[in-house]
T-cell receptor, first 117, second 115 residues
């Protein structure tokens, strides 16, 4: 079974703090993703990475950065946390698709519920 | 840019009632389609997927979905829901020409099944 783990289930930080969210997958997947999940908005993609040291912006990258130094690990960084970044953060991974025929299926971690006060 | 719409944000049913959750997407090309489910306190997991072939797809726990290309729809159905189906359901689309294999998600539908 694919396993995606996230460093914390719950996190409380103060405004202005630097926040690191860690994600590790154990299935040698090329792709890794960070989403935030908010009620009524579904999942919105923050950043994704298709290889070590490679990253692409998603739909809502502002206020976030990412790091992928090893294939199995993908970190989300909030340089200066703000209250509007209070959310559930989900990490996911997937295989690199073969032109789309098998692409897309993502495996999710349990999520980190971040509260910024 | 592609988008996914789920028409119902909240659905409340009694046990044994039939379920249909709507999902429409906007993208003219070939797509892969997914339904994910998130049970209370658990992580998102795949319910079913459509890549090609028979447009009626069967998933886990008695769920099925029908891809209607002309309507850009991928509605989720279950003939008789159980209390344990209480969860949030997400429809997602992956455009085939998307090298990054990104998924676009709908806003989700919260289903509550009353015992």
């Amino acid at each position: 079974d694919v396993k995606v783990t996230q460093s914390s289930r719950y996190l409380v930080k103060r405004t202005g703090e630097k926040v690191f969210l860690e994600c590790v997958q154990d299935m040698d997947h090329e792709n890794m993703f960070w989403y935030r999940q908010d009620p009524g908005l579904g999942l919105r993609l923050i950043y994704f990475s298709y290889d070590v040291k490679m990253k692409e912006k998603g739909d809502i990258p502002e206020g976030y950065s990412v790091s992928r130094e090893k294939k199995e690990r993908f970190s989300l960084i909030l340089e200066s946390a703000s209250t509007n970044q209070t959310s559930m953060y989900l990490c996911a991974s997937s295989l690199l698709g073969d032109g789309g025929r098998a692409g897309g299926e993502q495996y999710f971690g349990p999520g980190t519920r971040l509260t910024v006060t | 840019a592609q988008s996914v719409s789920q028409h119902n944000h909240h659905v409340i049913l009694s046990e044994a009632a039939s379920l249909e959750l709507g999902c429409n997407y906007s993208y003219g090309g070939t797509v892969n389609l997914f339904w994910y489910v998130q049970y209370p306190g658990q992580h998102l997991q795949l319910l079913l997927k459509y890549f090609s072939g028979d447009p009626l797809v069967k998933g886990i726990k008695g769920f099925e979905a029908e891809f209607i290309k002309s309507k850009f729809s991928f509605n989720l159905r279950k003939p008789s829901v159980q209390w344990s189906d209480t969860a949030e359901y997400f429809c997602a689309v992956n455009a085939r020409n998307n090298a990054g294999n990104m998924l676009t998600f709908g806003g989700g539908t919260r289903l509550m099944v009353k015992p």
